[in-house]
């Protein structure tokens, strides 16, 4: 398993002591949840950017990175609008394409095509983690200042159209997929 590989298993690995530190009331767990959460988005784009710089893009990387990505950025959102910091419509529409997304791969890969990430996608990713990010520092009580949650929930909106826009763009520039579907 190459490197690029091995940071995307370990950004999957962080997301249950994301969780449990999220979860569990202990001094500093809002905080540990934060760096855990950013270590883990750091290791999207040390991943990506070593698997292009050394030239190690696999069919594992393009499946699994996004994968992960999704699987870490859907947790911190389920726990965020646990505690009334997200508006549950706005998890179930990033879900939803998360979910639509995911079975469009599925069905590329049962015909043999590995469909990677396009570039509206990273910047969705890049926007929801920065949208976890704000919210996950407004959690901290050292950090409740006003500018804070509104950017925070700015970035939520921003990174919400920035889903919808990224997953009609995945569809379209994909759609010659459907024609290959029997009904």
Not at 22 to 38: C, D, K, S
Not at 71 to 86: D, K, N
């Amino acid at each position: 398993m190459n490197l690029p590989n091995k940071l995307t298993v370990i950004r999957i690995l962080l997301i249950p002591f994301f969780l449990i530190c999220f979860e569990v009331n202990f001094a500093g767990h809002a905080l540990t949840a934060l760096v855990i959460f950013v270590i883990a988005s750091v290791t999207d784009f040390l991943d990506g950017y070593i698997a292009r710089r050394d030239h190690l893009i696999t069919d594992f990387g393009k499946f699994m990175d996004p994968l992960a990505d999704k699987l870490l950025t859907a947790s911190a959102f389920v726990c965020l609008t646990s505690i009334g910091f997200i508006p549950a419509w706005v998890v179930v529409i990033i879900l939803a394409r998360e979910f639509a997304i995911t079975g469009l791969r599925l069905v590329a890969a049962s015909d043999g095509i590995v469909l990677a990430a396009g570039i509206w996608g990273k910047f969705k990713t890049v926007s929801q983690m920065i949208a976890i990010i704000l919210l996950l520092l407004y959690l901290i009580p050292q950090l409740r200042f006003n500018w804070l949650w509104i950017l925070g929930q700015v970035a939520v909106y921003v990174c919400t159209a920035l889903t919808l826009w990224s997953g009609l763009d995945y569809f379209l520039i994909n759609k010659d997929i459907f024609k290959n579907m029997t009904m």
